[in-house]
């Protein structure tokens, strides 16, 4: 039997006690696996390289909305292993600028469906998102956006401190600090979700549909002839295909020049830590620009911190100490009751920034070959606008009115869509 979504529902036997008894037992073995870990075929219609949240999604749509369905995902390592696995899932549509607008609320409106339309929990929770402003021209700048955001049809609206304080109680609005918080932005429809289960909830699906998962395959090269590319080279053989995506993120510009292309990216870490677990205290989600540091809660009971990148460029997954220090700094004066938690992980992922801190969803010079990236410290939550657009770029060699910003020509036209202040981590 099919779920409302097509896919196959979770069994009662699944979900049943003694089957999960007998599996912690048993030693797990009678779990179906997600999705198929396929061996690669020979050739395929067309390769998509990535296994994070935009190549999973990517692969998705390009089998369900437009009938490609003889179509492999290569992974290099294992899946959603990159960024995805690495990023706070922070979701939200306040970007100033209109073509911004269109994508990441694109991206809003698939997650508010996207657990029913996968038939997997992703654990989306709209709890609220701040910004907040620490002095009047930082005030200015976001109640400017606000008013952006509502010609768009995007929710946002403009707290004073006194608001603020009872949207979420523990902030410290006290005068008496660096930075005293005098308003924030608030997009109620904002919030965060589970990173791993959006994608393995696109891969199942994908895979659902017939479309190959390949992990523990590094793309080393692609061959190209006559102006166009007919294959990659991986670490498990070569693989024949017409059309080559690439949603690699940090790893864009390597990638790039397997072709000779040069992109305006540059990469660099961005750091992520939690501490210990507590009782749920922090309803929503907060960022501070202005004093490097945003948090949040997740369900397990974790405080979700971050900041802005390390300054220097890395391919490496791994930060420097004093930046997270700083960040923790910044984030007890917002909150001081949490000065007594302990700290259990940090760790980095590779972000991949263009100079206007907008993503690339475009057609390149050769025939064939596609690059989705760019998206820095922010892609996280436009994956399924991401993805939806990115497979209609690589099904019809043409963008849709969303992806037409981004193409690389608006480099050498000038048109960029300048989004550093609304991307709201500092790089
Ligand atoms: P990835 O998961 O990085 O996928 C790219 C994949 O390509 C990787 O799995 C990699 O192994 C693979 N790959 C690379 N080279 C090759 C190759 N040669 N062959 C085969 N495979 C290859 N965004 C938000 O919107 N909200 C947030 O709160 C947020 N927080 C973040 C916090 C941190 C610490 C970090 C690092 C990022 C954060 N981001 C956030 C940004 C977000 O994570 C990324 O923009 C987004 O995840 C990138 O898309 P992806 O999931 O497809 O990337
Ligand atoms: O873009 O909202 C965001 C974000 C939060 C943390 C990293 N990026």
């Not at 924030?184 to 017939?210: E, M, P």
């Given at each position: ?187 109620r429809s904002g919030g965060v979700n589970r990173h ?232």
């Amino acid at each position: 039997m099919l779920s409302e979504s097509g896919h196959p529902p979770m069994t009662a036997q699944r979900y049943s006690l003694l089957s999960l008894l007998r599996e912690g037992i048993g030693g797990h073995r009678g779990w179906q696996p997600a999705w198929r870990n396929a061996e690669p075929k020979q050739a395929y219609d067309a390769v998509v390289i990535g296994g994070g949240g935009h190549g999973c999604a990517t692969a998705y749509y390009l089998a369900k909305e437009h009938g490609l369905t003889n179509v492999a995902v290569l992974e290099k390592g294992w899946l959603g292993g990159g960024n995805a696995a690495r990023n706070t899932t922070i979701i939200r549509s306040n970007y100033l600028y209109d073509a911004s607008a269109a994508i990441y609320d694109h991206a809003m409106q698939l997650w508010r469906n996207l657990g029913r339309e996968l038939n997997f929990n992703i654990m989306m929770s709209h709890r609220g998102v701040m910004n907040l402003a620490h002095d009047d021209g930082e005030a200015r700048q976001l109640k400017r956006r606000v008013e952006a955001n509502r010609l768009n049809g995007v929710d946002a609206e403009w707290l004073d401190a006194r608001q603020v304080k009872d949207f979420c109680p523990p902030i410290n609005i006290s005068d008496n600090v660096r930075y005293p918080v005098i308003g924030a932005t608030l997009q109620r429809s904002g919030g965060v979700n589970r990173h791993d289960a959006v994608v393995w909830g696109y891969a199942r699906a994908a895979s659902g549909l017939g479309v190959d998962i390949v992990q523990n395959c590094e793309v080393l090269g692609i061959d190209v002839a006559g102006g166009a590319v007919t294959a990659v080279r991986t670490t498990r053989g070569t693989i024949k295909t017409p059309k080559v995506a690439s949603v690699t993120a940090g790893h864009t510009s390597v990638i790039a020049s397997m072709v000779d292309l040069r992109l305006p990216i540059v990469s660099h870490p961005l750091q992520a830590l939690v501490s210990e677990p507590v009782k749920p205290i922090l309803p929503c989600v907060v960022m501070s620009n202005a004093v490097h540091a945003y948090c949040s809660q997740s369900d397990k009971g974790e405080l979700v911190i971050g900041a802005g990148i390390d300054l220097h460029q890395s391919y490496t997954q791994r930060g420097g100490f004093h930046v997270i220090e700083e960040e923790i700094a910044a984030l007890l004066e917002l909150f001081p009751q949490f000065s007594r938690m302990k700290l259990m992980r940090h760790w980095a992922g590779t972000v991949d920034i263009c100079p206007d801190a907008s993503p690339i969803i475009s057609k390149t010079p050769l025939r064939g070959f596609y690059i989705n990236g760019g998206w820095g410290t922010g892609g996280w939550k436009a994956t399924p606008g991401s993805g939806h657009v990115f497979a209609d770029l690589v099904a019809n060699d043409a963008p849709n009115e969303i992806a037409a910003p981004y193409t690389l020509e608006r480099f050498t036209t000038g048109k960029l869509v300048a989004e550093h202040g609304a991307a709201a981590v500092a790089h």
